[in-house]
Structures are given as structure tokens and as C-alpha cells.
Nanobody, 123 residues
Framework: QVQLVDFGGGLVQAGGSLRLSCAAS????????MGWFRQAPGKEREFVAA???????YYADSVKGRFTISRDDAKNTLYLQMNSLKPEDTAVYYC?????????????????WGQGTQVTVSS
């Protein structure tokens, strides 16, 4: 399994941008499907975006056209570029890694998780 550390969150005004990063340990990062999920207070963790090990990307409808997921396998790093942020994007964001198949929209398809980074968007 890989160990993940996600960072880059912060406080931003609506309409602003942030880039989240997720640093992974281990030599097999390039073979993992990677994802970003988020959890707002009182809500379940929800899918944001995912990228397969062959770089096919998936997005939640709520972020499509605003967020971009990417990966740099040489640096063992996953990114989430977030533009045109809205107050409803406020949540703790988690990166995740999985290799055992299943729907990339599901939390259960990912076995390794970062500790989470807070994103707060003010109106």
C-alpha cells in the first residue's frame, strides 16, 4: 500500500482558485488509481474526481469544468486544481489510492487515504 499526505488547502474567496497536492510514498504509485473525495460537516464523504493509472479522468457533475485532476508519476504526486470555487465547495478534501478495481466513484474502491486538508470558500 502507499502512504498519502495531502496538503494545499486554505481559505479563499468565492471565484478564487486553489491547488491541492497529494504526495505518495512507495515505488508503485504509477500503478494506482487515484481519487479526491470531500466531506463537509454533517455530510457523507463524496466523490470529487479520479484518475486511473492510464490517465482516464472522472469528475463529479458539481465540479466538472471547474476542477482538474492530474498526476505526476515521476514525482509520486497527485494534484487537484480547483478554479471558480464556490462556498458549497467548502469541505475537508482527501486524496485516495486504490488498485483492486471497483467503481472509482465509491469510497470502498480505495484502500489508502490521506489525512485530509481543509478548503474553506467564503462568499
Amino acid at each position: 500500500q502507499v502512504q498519502l499526505v495531502d496538503f494545499g488547502g486554505g481559505l479563499v474567496q468565492a471565484g478564487g482558485s486553489l491547488r491541492l497536492s497529494c504526495a505518495a510514498s512507495g515505488r508503485t504509485f504509477s500503478r494506482y488509481n487515484m481519487g479526491w473525495f470531500r466531506q463537509a460537516p454533517g455530510k457523507e464523504r463524496e466523490f470529487v474526481a479520479a484518475i486511473t493509472w492510464i490517465r482516464i479522468t472522472y469528475y463529479a457533475d458539481s465540479v466538472k469544468g471547474r476542477f482538474t485532476i492530474s498526476r505526476d508519476d515521476a514525482k509520486n504526486t497527485l494534484y487537484l486544481q480547483m478554479n471558480s470555487l464556490k462556498p458549497e465547495d467548502t469541505a475537508v478534501y482527501y486524496c485516495a489510492a486504490g488498485r483492486d478495481g471497483g467503481s472509482l466513484y465509491d469510497v470502498s474502491s480505495f484502500g489508502s487515504w490521506g489525512q485530509g486538508t481543509q478548503v474553506t470558500v467564503s462568499s
